[in-house]
């Protein structure tokens, strides 16, 4: 494991996972669950670092049967599943919650969405503002300068790792 980068925390038995236990992939994805002769097998929930999560019953390594949750809640259908489909393109949050009224457009899954100032862009953790090559936090608090190509984090920001 350790030379692929993998890990594992639980019950052992002959040298191979047994019991309930957690196995953790290179790619950060974690199941959670039973184990029997170093195999997935029983119930167990694989977590994936986007946030969405897969419960499953496994048999020998295989899932037999499991329902795939997205990080926004959305609960996978194999049948009947019209979400996203090529006749109805809406985000999970139109079909929970509906359309907005004609002139009003959904740029984001958000409701609200987030308030970005005139002129400014979107970096997923605060805004960009192109006139003093800053970025702030929703909040409004500083988060780090852009230099260059790329950007130069606040003190807080380096302390805390990539």
């Given at each position: ?54 419960e499953a019953t496994w048999e020998k390594g295989v899932d037999t049967q499991g329902t795939l949750t997205f990080a926004d809640g959305l609960v996978y259908q194999e049948k009947d599943w019209d979400y996203c489909t090529s006749s109805d393109r809406r985000f999970y949050s139109e079909r929970c919650n509906g359309l907005k009224p ?61």
């Amino acid at each position: 494991m350790e030379f692929i980068g993998s890990s594992y925390k639980g019950g052992v038995k002959n040298g191979r996972m047994e019991g309930t236990g957690e196995y953790t992939f290179p790619t950060q994805t974690r199941y959670v669950g039973e184990m029997r002769d170093g195999m997935f097998h029983g119930r167990g929930v694989l977590y994936f670092p986007n946030g969405s999560k897969y419960e499953a019953t496994w048999e020998k390594g295989v899932d037999t049967q499991g329902t795939l949750t997205f990080a926004d809640g959305l609960v996978y259908q194999e049948k009947d599943w019209d979400y996203c489909t090529s006749s109805d393109r809406r985000f999970y949050s139109e079909r929970c919650n509906g359309l907005k009224p004609a002139g009003e457009s959904q740029l984001t899954d958000l409701d609200p969405p987030r308030v970005i100032p005139e002129g400014c862009y979107d970096c997923g953790d605060g805004f960009y503002d192109p006139r003093t090559r800053v970025i702030t936090a929703y909040t409004g608090t500083f988060l780090r300068n852009a230099v260059g190509n790329g950007f130069e984090r606040s003190s807080a920001d380096q302390n805390q790792g990539p």
